[in-house]
Each structure stands twice: as C-alpha cells, then as structure tokens.
C-alpha cells in the first residue's frame, strides 16, 4: 500500500513500529560500507596470479625488444598498446597507455588545458569564463576536477538513453565558453545507463561554438557486465572521424576494477593531432610510466578475450550481490511510494531515487545506525542535489551477509524518512 493513501494515524503507527526496530539495528554496533565502488578482496584474488607473472631475468624484457625496467616508452610498450586498443575498438597508434589510474589522465588533461590550452587555443585559465556539461546524476571525481580548477558547471540531466542530447546540442552550439563535457557512455556512474547508438552518433557530431571543446568520454565501465555480454555502443573515436570532427574526444579506461585496484593500467584513447599536443608537455611531466606493470597485464590477459574472461569472474562475485539489494528493495519497498530504483545491466552502482527531500536524511539515519553510503548529494556538481533525491549504493565490497543488513537498514532508513515527512515533521 503506497504511504501516501494511509491516514494519519496509520502512518504514525508504522512510524512507532519502524522507530522500533531501527533501535535493534543501532544497538548491534554495526560497520557497513556501501560508500565506494571497492571491489572486494575475492574480486581482488582473481589476479593474485599477476603478481607471479615474471620467473626471470628475461622476462620483462618485450617480444618487441623493450626492456621495461628501463626509461623509455613514454606512449606505453607496443604490447599494451594493443591490448587496451583492442578491448576500446581503437588502433594501438592511437592508444598511450598510462598510470594506474585514469582519473589521473583526466585531470591531467582538464589541467593541461587549464595551463597551456588545448592544441593552440587560449589557455583556459586566461579566459574569463569557463565552463563543463555535468549529466546528473554523476561521478562525483569529475565533478571534483572542475570544481578544484574553478570550472563553472552546467547540469545536464539524464534519459533512459543518456544525457539530454538536445540540451546538449543547443548549449555547446551557442556558447563558446563551455569547453568540455563529461561522459560515462557504457554503465553510467551511477545509473547504470548505456548510451543509445543516436546518443553516441550525436555526440560525434556535436558542432561546439568553441573550437577547444572536448568530450571527456570515460570508458571505465565498458566489459564491467553482470548480466548481458553482449551490449554494444558505436565506438567513438571513429564515429567522430566519420562526422569530420576527428579530435572532438579523448576517452580514457582502465583496468582498475579488472586487475587489482591500486595497481592495474589506464589508457587515453584520441586522435593523432590530440595525442601529438598532449605528448608535448608529457615528455616534461614524466620519464615514463610503469612499463613493468604493463608488461604484466600483457603476459596476464595476453588479449581481450582474456579480459572478457576476467570479468566474467568479477560478475559472476558481483551478481548475486546485486541481485540480493535488489531483491531487498523490491521486497521492502516496492508498491509504498517511498522512492525508485534502476535495476542496472553493468557497472558498480545502483541508483535509488528517494522522494524529495528525503535522501540527506536516510544517509545520515544510515551512519547512525552503522551503514556508510556515499553522501547525499555527491552525484551533482558542488555537492547539490536540487531534489537532495539522489542515493548511489555500491554493493560491491560488503560480504554478502553484510550486505543482506546494510540493505535492509537502507531501506527501513527509506521508510523511516519517507513516513516522517508526510506527516510533516
């Protein structure tokens, strides 16, 4: 029955019963996290093998002839190259393979064009004005880049399909001064939303007012599938190429969530003119990544049905995870008008749309009563969530039975909150 048909005197009842048991639950002295997409420690044993992968003094010594232990190889050995340029459907020429994490890459690139421009343009930090579409809900990371550059941001909101693209289209067509636009195309952080194939061919044909714009087009997600492999999107480099706008994106990626974590491998994906510009300033900024650990994803994965392997492992950890905070939602709050949820195909998150006003006030109940979740508010730039709806969950670190309870004190968080408000207090 949906609260908002009870009486008063019904929903005050329910309130007292709930208040009730939320009083059990604080009195176990709980520690859930729910807050980050950590992968757990049996997603991250998966890869123990990795670290065996050289037996020898030859070993990291390349088919291509790099040793890897020594300087050299800014753009990344050939062997990664291709690895990670055949897992995003993109020529290894086009690929420098980098760091451990791509968050990294993003910010180095928002930075270098911050400071020196984007192939010959004014340097941002010139300008007067600067300014990023934000899809929302989003990535808090790279709401926080723009917001420690002091970046002005413009939100944008989501579709079943992917960011509004006719908002899109009318606002970088009309003002020079927004340069970039952040994109999780495949499993959406937090929506799980895969972008439609119009929605990508849109982007490639995006005519921005600013000749510096970029599209920011996180792959991070792209093989994290828990249910259908067989989601595909339209590659973006080469749809930009086939639109005439050859240099409108950088993608980046990485095997953060595939390898281990902390040490895994990232890459930039972008066309040869991009990749000439950014290698300028790379040659100052760093001798070189780490090649060694390159060399040992190669050797690891050797391929990317390797890496489809891989993640196969990871879904078949992450699914019943997903499966049982689903279940619980669906079982506790489904039909009670106490907020929505997307049931997500891959990624990390599930996203839970609370009624307005409401979702400060569950996380913090949630804190309270030993469940972290990331803050309200957090998938919109500045912090500001103008419904203060918004909830991500991430179910991937928690135990399975801590989950089962970290779920059901999420949701009698949800009833709690959502019960008290209609009654106004």
Request: charged share 25%.
């Amino acid at each position: 029955m949906q609260y908002s048909e009870m009486s008063k005197a019904e929903l005050q009842e329910e309130l007292e019963r709930l208040k009730a048991d939320y009083e059990k639950y604080k009195g176990f002295g709980l520690a859930l996290n729910m807050a980050r997409g950590k992968p757990s420690p049996a997603q991250l044993d998966l890869s123990a093998g990795m670290l065996d992968a050289f037996t020898s003094k030859d070993d990291p010594v390349t088919e291509s002839g790099v040793d890897t232990r020594n300087y050299g190889n800014l753009e990344g050995i050939p062997e990664a190259r291709a690895l990670m340029g055949d897992w995003l459907g993109v020529p290894a020429e086009n690929i420098y393979v980098c760091g451990n994490a791509s968050l990294n890459i993003m910010y180095d690139c928002v930075a270098d064009a911050m400071l020196f421009g984007v192939m010959g343009s004014t340097p941002w930090c010139r300008l007067d004005k600067v300014k990023f579409l934000c899809p929302v809900p989003g990535y808090d990371r790279h709401f926080k880049i723009n917001e420690l550059m002091g970046i002005e941001m413009v939100n944008v909101p989501m579709t079943e399909n992917g960011p509004d693209m006719d908002i899109v289209e009318k606002l970088v067509s009309e003002d020079d001064s927004i340069k970039g636009i952040w994109c999780v195309p495949k499993y959406s952080n937090p929506q799980g939303i895969v972008y439609s194939d119009e929605t990508v061919k849109r982007f490639a044909a995006l005519k921005p007012a600013a000749k510096d714009f970029r599209i920011y087009w996180d792959n991070a997600y792209s093989i994290h599938y828990l249910y259908d492999e067989s989601i595909e999107i339209p590659e973006i480099l080469s749809e930009c190429e086939k639109a005439g706008n050859p240099d409108l994106v950088y993608e980046f990626a990485s095997t953060s969530k595939i390898s281990h974590a902390g040490a895994g491998i990232s890459c930039i994906a972008a066309s040869t003119a991009n990749l000439k510009s950014l290698h300028k300033r790379l040659t100052i900024q760093t001798i070189g990544y780490d090649k060694v650990n390159q060399l040992r994803h190669v050797m690891y994965f050797k391929n990317v049905d390797g890496l489809k392997a891989q993640m196969r492992k990871h879904a078949a950890l992450l699914r019943p995870k997903f499966d049982k905070v689903l279940e619980i939602l669906d079982r506790e709050l489904a039909g009670k008008g106490a907020g929505s949820w997307l049931k997500p195909k891959g990624g990390y998150f599930i996203s839970f749309e609370a009624c307005e006003g409401c979702a400060k006030d569950i996380v913090a109940r949630c804190k309270e009563a030993g469940v972290v979740l990331t803050g309200a508010g957090a998938t919109y730039p500045y912090g500001k969530d103008p419904k203060d709806s918004n909830i991500r969950i991430a179910p991937s670190y928690p135990s399975p039975e801590e989950l089962e309870k970290a779920a059901e004190i999420f949701c009698l968080c949800v009833k709690l909150s959502t019960i008290e408000k209609l009654l106004g207090k």
